[in-house]
């Protein structure tokens, strides 16, 4: 039987027998390389900081000027006091003031917006943000550590409790993760020594991006979910190559030396190994357009991982298996099921018997998962991100609650005039704005000078300027918002920030052509995320579909094959998508009802949708490989299916159980995106895999190997004829 091999497999047979005669070399340059990538990924939680949800756009530009030219806050933490006297909060602030860690504290005793008589909260002001904001949440939390009913929360305070929670969460998933992971390879190999050689290059590859990350983070700002979902994303798919390569190299070791079955499983597993990390790293390159730091952060490391995945499945791996040589079947603890294939094959064989029942049952099944996906609610997370055990979050919603601050959001308004707005033409001109804004339904106050003077006309203004005991009062609140020819006002509307009306609001104001406005605040930082998302998602989607599709049709030579491959996995992540809904937004198995992340859909879609070709590549690439000396698209079916079908499940389990890990975890989003990789990846090897792939090969025929253009593998029955008698 002569091995297809193609031409991607003559283009690595320099390569190969470079890394069967430098192994050792090889060898010795991953431990150094590990252990300085070990010094710099140990470094890696403390450059972490912010969720990462930053784009470089107009409300950032606002919140810098006010901060800069009209004296308000670039930083501010708040302290809850729940069941404390007036005495204990007094007490408690004068302790933190002698810290000189504030620029201003403003205490619940002088500001009754502030205050009830159970629950009070004061604020923190920091006129400059903190280089080093974690120790400043460590150093005021261990000024009342031991006080029951006093609380920290905030920004600073929300991201320092999600950046220690990422690292528990981290070794909680990998706990669950990897003995499961441990005990699918035994399953895979049937012995110790294989079964550890994929951990080996599976830890070397994470520890390695980590520490490329770690040198990345000293300049640049990376953001606390890069530190779970880099290495979920780099265990699972180094595993996976890791056990793609180790199962063909074992095949081929059958038949073969060592050093020939080293050479043939570059060939043929690496040039697999290659496509699919190339589909992964389209999905991830995709995600750069959309100019938001997370997405960008997670693409930049999820495309190190994936380069580091494929670079030390093609170099450590083999270099590993050539030390071990016949070690490789050392520490055997269950037998070599030969007839496991024969299983399988009687599957296959069940399933092309009855393609079109089968594509309809899997059909069906996944259009019911999809129904969920239309009632999806998407939004940015906060302070739900971290779970309800954690006091920063209980004690911020009870404050949220018991002041209504969840019912209303604050808008700064920045309006700019040629000749500014100290004169008679400007003093009316602010006037006219503010009657607009006032005038809004969903606008609950406007502070201006008039508002906050209540003094009602440009005129009786001016009059009162010219009163020096008057003027003395009133030019303080002039100065404090103007400056040359800016005004501030600052909105306050009849909507939380994260709400659709709300971001509605200052999409229309931002658009006006009355006046030249700059606009900042809540509402303005969640619009500017999703039109960010919304103006990119149509040409992120393109790159990875029309990439994907040009990348299988070099692969397999088929106009068919990439087309069936694209519109199944939409189908499947559109299933996926929906099953998220019914979990966490439903709420069940445990959860309360709740909203998926922003990123979830984007972030899910990108990964997946390379990840799931990886098995694609796997599967087809044997089917070809049939087909390219049978040309009997039954038996080239049949057979690929028996012959991955094991591996292919298995490394389908280990990416499930590693991504599924994170279900236990608390930091919600990355929770999301643990499940959904992982429910994905479980409709992709068992309905579409296993299911859908085999019935339409079948139903499709030898029209699957079909190419109008260039030379494909479709023969018509007279060649297949005269191709035997040859």
Same mark, same amino acid.
């Given at each position: ?57 107009? *409300? ?6 006010? &901060? ?30 002698? %810290? ?32 080093? =904001? ?27 409790? @999600? ?7 981290? +070794? ?34 994470? @520890? ?7 040198? /990345? ?19 699972? /798919?180094?595993?996976?190559?890791? %056990? ?27 040039? &697999? ?22 997405? =960008? ?88 991100? %971290?779970?309800?055990?954690?006091? $920063? ?38 006037? $006219? ?14 502070? $201006? ?7 009602? $006309? ?77 103006? *990119? ?54 959860? *309360? ?13 990108? /990964? ?6 990886? !098995? ?12 390219? !000396? ?24 280990? +990416? ?11 930091? =919600? ?26 019935? /339409? ?18 023969? &018509? ?10």
């Amino acid at each position: 039987m002569t091995q297809y091999i193609g031409k991607g497999g003559t283009t690595l047979l320099p390569f190969a027998k470079f890394v069967t005669t430098s192994y050792k070399w090889i060898l010795a340059f991953w431990l150094v390389f590990f252990g300085i990538m070990t010094y710099f990924a140990i470094q890696l939680p403390g450059l972490l900081a912010g969720d990462g949800f930053r784009v470089d756009g107009e *409300h950032e530009k606002v919140m810098k000027i006010i &901060s800069e030219d009209f004296g308000l806050p670039a930083e501010s933490l708040l302290i809850v006091f729940d069941g404390k006297t007036d005495a204990e909060i007094d007490a408690t602030l004068e302790r933190l003031d002698t %810290l000189h860690i504030a620029s201003e504290i403003v205490s619940p005793l002088a500001e009754d917006a502030q205050y009830t008589n159970d629950l009070s909260y004061a604020l923190l002001h920091f006129n400059e943000a903190p280089d080093n =904001m974690p120790q400043v949440v460590s150093d005021i939390r261990a000024s009342f550590a031991k006080e029951e009913g006093i609380v920290l929360t905030g920004g600073g305070a929300f991201e320092h409790d @999600v950046n220690q929670a990422s690292q528990r969460d981290l +070794m909680t998933a990998e706990a669950i993760g990897l003995p499961i992971a441990i005990i699918v390879l035994l399953f895979a190999f049937g012995t110790i020594v294989a079964s550890f050689v994929p951990l080996i290059v599976g830890i070397g590859t994470v @520890v390695s991006t980590l520490g490329v990350m770690g040198i /990345l983070g000293n300049q640049v700002e990376l953001s606390i979910f890069v530190l779970n979902i880099v290495p979920m994303l780099g265990l699972a /798919l180094s595993i996976d190559f890791a %056990l793609l390569f180790i199962s063909r190299y074992r095949e081929e070791l059958k038949k073969q030396s060592i050093v020939d079955s080293i050479i043939m499983t570059i060939r043929t597993a690496g040039r &697999s190994i290659i496509f699919s990390a190339i589909c992964v790293f389209i999905g991830l390159g995709a995600m750069l357009l959309i100019r938001v730091d997370i997405f =960008m952060n997670i693409a930049v490391g999820g495309m190190i991982v994936v380069g580091m995945a494929v670079i030390s499945s093609l170099t450590l791996l083999p270099a590993v298996l050539l030390v071990l040589g016949e070690r490789i079947h050392k520490g055997r603890l269950l037998k070599d099921h030969t007839e496991d294939a024969n299983g399988w094959r009687k599957f296959a064989n069940g399933v092309i018997k009855r393609p079109v029942t089968i594509a309809l049952v899997a059909f069906v099944l996944l259009a019911i998962a999809v129904i969920p996906v239309r009632n999806m609610e998407l939004t940015i997370p906060q302070i739900d991100s %971290l779970p309800e055990s954690f006091d $920063t979050r209980t004690a911020f919603e009870k404050m949220q609650e018991t002041f209504e601050l969840d019912a209303e959001s604050t808008v700064y308004i920045l309006a700019e005039r040629e000749g500014g707005w100290k004169t008679t033409e400007g003093l009316n001109a602010m006037k $006219t704005l503010q009657d607009q804004l006032t005038e809004d339904s969903l606008v609950k106050d406007v502070s $201006t000078i008039f508002t906050l003077s209540g003094i009602e $006309t440009p005129a009786e203004w001016e009059n009162r300027l010219k009163v020096p005991p008057l003027y003395d009062q009133l030019n303080p609140l002039l100065k404090e918002l103007t400056d040359t020819n800016r005004l501030l006002i600052p909105v306050t509307l009849r909507a939380a920030g994260s709400s659709n009306e709300a971001q509605d609001w200052v999409r229309d104001w931002s658009a006006t052509a009355d006046w030249n406005l700059l606009i900042g605040g809540e509402p303005r930082f969640n619009q500017e995320i999703f039109d960010e998302i919304a103006d *990119h998602i149509v040409y992120v989607l393109l790159i990875i579909v029309v990439s994907t599709f040009f990348i299988l049709l070099v692969a397999f030579r088929s106009l068919i094959i990439p087309i069936k491959a694209i519109l199944m996995n939409i189908l499947g992540l559109s299933a996926t998508f929906g099953i998220l809904v019914y979990i966490f937004q439903y709420g069940h198995f445990g959860l *309360h009802p709740g909203t998926v992340a922003l990123i979830i859909p984007v972030i899910v879609f990108s /990964l997946v949708f390379g990840l799931s070709m990886d !098995y694609e590549v796997f599967l087809i690439s044997r089917m070809q490989e049939e087909f390219s !000396y049978s040309f009997d698209n039954d038996k080239s079916t049949v057979e690929g299916l028996a012959t991955t079908s094991k591996v292919i499940t298995s490394a389908a389990l280990i +990416m499930i159980v590693l991504t599924g890990a994170f279900a236990f975890t608390d930091v =919600m989003p990355v929770k999301q995106i643990g499940v959904g990789i992982a429910v994905a990846v479980a409709i992709d090897a068992t309905i579409i895999r296993l299911l859908l792939v085999p019935s /339409l090969m079948k139903l499709f025929g030898k029209w699957n190997w079909w190419l109008p253009f260039g030379k494909g593998l479709y023969r &018509s029955n007279s060649q297949i004829s005269r191709g035997r008698e040859e």
